[in-house]
């Protein structure tokens, strides 16, 4: 049986998901999931931002201090969807965040495991007709 997103409203679990930075290696993601599984909250947010800068080194504004997000972080956040999954079962939603840039990205992050997937970047980049594609695209998959 496909995992359901819909709310039980008989349950005290309130509307909340709750953010992962990345990176976090394997095993603090894994303790990280089990103690934020074992609270009442609605889903788990995979990831949000990183202040590595693996893969930018060379870009100018590489220095900059605050978090990374966008297409850098996109190998690290279907990572950590993965191990969310492996880790919480098939009942807990996971929201895939970072780096979708494409309709082939969310899809990757669905089939690692993730029940919805947010997009930020990608509008601003290709502006709101994106979530259309990506609404279309989807519209027919199956449940993971």
């Known amino acids: 049986m496909p995992r359901q997103l819909k709310a039980d409203r008989s349950t005290e679990r309130p509307r909340l998901a709750?953010?992962?930075?990345s990176p976090l290696i394997r095993s603090e993601l894994q303790r990280s999931a089990i103690a934020s599984a074992s609270i009442p909250v609605a889903g788990i947010i995979a990831t949000n931002s990183t202040v590595s800068r693996a893969g930018v080194v060379n870009h100018p504004s590489a220095q900059e201090l605050g978090g990374l997000s966008g297409r850098p972080l996109f190998d690290k956040s279907r990572a950590a969807v993965r191990?969310?999954?492996e880790t919480l079962g098939p009942t807990m939603p996971i929201i895939g965040v970072g780096g979708v840039a494409s309709v082939d990205n969310a899809k990757l992050l669905r089939e690692a495991g993730a029940d919805l997937v947010q997009i930020y970047t990608a509008m601003v980049y290709r502006g709101p007709g994106f979530v259309r594609e990506l609404a279309d695209e989807l519209r027919g998959e199956q449940p993971v």
Do not use: A, D, P
């Open 18 to 21: 709750i953010g992962r930075s």
């Open 83 to 85: 191990i969310l999954r």
